[in-house]
T-cell receptor, first 114, second 113 residues
Framework: AQTVTQSQPEMSVQEAETVTLSCTYD???????LFWYKQPPSRQMILVIR??????QNATENRFSVNFQKAAKSFSLKISDSQLGDTAMYFC???????????FGEGTQLTVNP | DSGVTQTPKHLITATGQRVTLRCSPR?????VYWYQQSLDQGLQFLIQ???????AKGNILERFSAQQFPDLHSELNLSSLELGDSALYFC????????????FGSGTRLTVV
């Protein structure tokens, strides 16, 4: 079974600074998808960014980018120019190609300080 | 609005009772997933339905059951409720093999007293 590990339960960053959230995963599959979801205090689950394992190029969405290291099974999220609205719980997630189950990590609570 | 509708948003009930949570998937999505998120916990996969049929099962208790109807909406039934069942229950939907992840509803907050 796939597992997803987020080793940083909490992180904080100053507004306008850059922060990186870590995620590692374990799988025997070669093709899969990886995601970062954001859960603000409203508790809504919001998709931030996704990466397809067969693509070597790291995904980027505005201020959010990932560092995908397939051999190391690492998938970190970098948030540039942090904003107060980025304060949220961030979940890393793994999806096998068959798409039958999205497996989440334990989450990292990010606080952006003014 | 994500397109996935969950009702009710909040539910308070007593131990031993039974409740039904409802989910309408995003238009065009055939798969529905249910997740449980206890306080300050990650999301635990409960069950998946695809076009009316059960496709995958996670750590779902025997007191819990679900189904997906012909119009693709899904219901999660929780019975003999215990205090520990208090949680946020999410429904998500997707195209079965889409790489775009799931679209989540806003959740149902269940409080068992």
């Amino acid at each position: 079974a796939q597992t997803v590990t987020q080793s940083q339960p909490e992180m904080s960053v100053q507004e306008a600074e850059t922060v990186t959230l870590s995620c590692t995963y374990d799988t025997s599959e070669n093709n899969y998808y990886l995601f970062w979801y954001k859960q603000p205090p409203s508790r809504q689950m919001i998709l931030v960014i996704r990466q397809e394992a067969y693509k070597q190029q790291n995904a980027t969405e505005n201020r959010f980018s990932v560092n995908f290291q397939k051999a190391a099974k690492s998938f970190s999220l970098k948030i540039s120019d942090s904003q107060l609205g980025d304060t949220a719980m961030y979940f890393c997630a793994f999806l096998e190609t068959s798409g039958s189950r999205l497996t989440f990590g334990e989450g990292t609570q990010l606080t952006v300080n003014p | 609005d994500s397109g996935v509708t969950q009702t009710p948003k909040h539910l308070i009930t007593a131990t031993g009772q039974r409740v039904t949570l409802r989910c309408s998937p995003r238009s065009g999505d055939l798969s529905v997933y249910w997740y449980q998120q206890s306080l300050d916990q990650g999301l635990q996969f409960l069950i998946q339905y695809y076009n009316g049929e059960e496709r995958a099962k996670g750590n779902i208790l025997e007191r819990f059951s679900a189904q997906q109807f012909p119009d693709l909406h899904s219901e999660l039934n929780l019975s003999s409720l215990e205090l520990g069942d208090s949680a946020l229950y999410f429904c998500a939907s997707s195209q079965l093999t889409g790489p775009y992840g799931y679209t989540f509803g806003s959740g149902t907050r269940l409080t068992v007293v």
